[in-house]
């Protein structure tokens, strides 16, 4: 899984804009920056709503398509992300206090 890029609709419907990261854990991060974003534009009334939704896709060569991400070896099996950020990645703590770091910009209803 060489291509890597998180999908985001900041506000369904519409359709989703792309972004192109290098692994999971990045992808990971830019999820949390977007949907960090969302709610501070909403705290500050710059939009009166949302509802985003995103993910993570993986170019698959042989079909020529992006499908959503997974991971998989010998010994696991993860379609959910944050699982597999939790138990197999060695940024793992990084990534929960930069999430940490941008939750405190926020609040929720």
Request: charged share 30%.
């Amino acid at each position: 899984m060489t291509k890597l890029r998180v999908w985001w609709i900041p506000q369904v419907p519409m359709e989703a804009f792309y972004i192109p990261v290098e692994s999971p854990e990045e992808g990971q991060k830019v999820m949390n920056i977007l949907a960090t974003y969302d709610c501070f534009r909403y705290n500050h009334n710059v939009k009166p709503d949302y509802a985003n939704t995103g993910g993570l896709e993986y170019f698959n060569e042989e079909s020529g398509e992006w499908e959503d991400w997974y991971f998989e070896d010998e010994n696991s099996y993860y379609d959910n992300l944050d699982e597999y950020i939790e138990e197999q990645s060695d940024r793992a703590a990084e990534i929960e206090a930069q999430n940490k770091a941008l939750l405190e910009q926020v609040y929720f209803d």
